[in-house]
């Protein structure tokens, strides 16, 4: 009984901090230029060119090993989203802050509407960790330190969505350890089965 009440309070404890690191990113680090720039971000939409750039750029140079690639990176993308959608927020069913009729009037909606579904964890931080870690890890011998920028991509992203008021810090970095996950793996398996030839070679 006692390693029972002490699990649940620190969940409590952890809850709490969640709760407060949300009040910081979405209402205490709020101005008008992120609230301009922050919703667009986290739209996949705006994101099309660069993913229609990257299966040209791959299957253009890299031949067969590039569509190898697109199929890995589509791969990561799904499992990622399943794991986060499918298996944890079903698992879990935390509510989103936005949605949350204790807390809502702590939250700053930058967006349309609350987004449905549960919160943990962020299928955003998920898939966007996910991506980073597959090109970061298959790119690095041919892009040397650039492959760092698609973290930066991610954790911008990832930020996004606790600003815009729809996830707690805690469901992106939920996501996120989900993404680095399936694409370390997914990474791993692609230099190990194709790889890619430095470009000088």
């Known amino acids: ?55 040209v750029f ?30 944890f927020k079903e698992a879990f069913e935390r509510l989103r802050p936005c949605q949350d009729p204790d807390f809502f009037e702590n939250v700053r909606l930058l967006v349309s509407r609350c987004s449905g579904g549960f919160s943990f964890t962020s299928s955003h931080a998920a898939n966007h960790f996910g991506m980073a870690t597959f090109f970061f890890l298959t790119t690095k011998s041919n892009f ?21 008021g729809v996830h707690y810090p805690f469901d992106v970095l939920g996501g996120a350890i989900i993404g680095i996950v399936f694409g370390l793996f997914m990474g791993m398996f692609f230099n190990k089965r194709f790889g890619f030839a430095n470009f000088g070679k």
């Open 58 to 87: 791959f299957t253009v140079n890299f031949k067969g090993r590039g569509w190898w690639w697109v199929v890995l990176f589509i791969c990561t993308v799904s499992l990622t989203d399943i794991v986060s959608s499918k298996v």
């Open 1 to 55: 009984m006692f390693f029972l009440q002490t699990q649940l309070s620190f969940l409590q404890q952890l809850d709490q901090w969640d709760k407060w690191l949300f009040i910081q990113v979405n209402n205490h680090q709020s101005n008008p230029f992120f609230d301009s720039i922050m919703p667009f971000l986290r739209t996949p939409y705006y994101w099309a060119p660069l993913y229609l750039f990257l299966l």
């Open 144 to 164: 040397k330190g650039w492959g760092w920028i698609a973290f930066l991509w991610a954790a911008v992203i990832s930020y996004s969505q606790v600003y815009v």
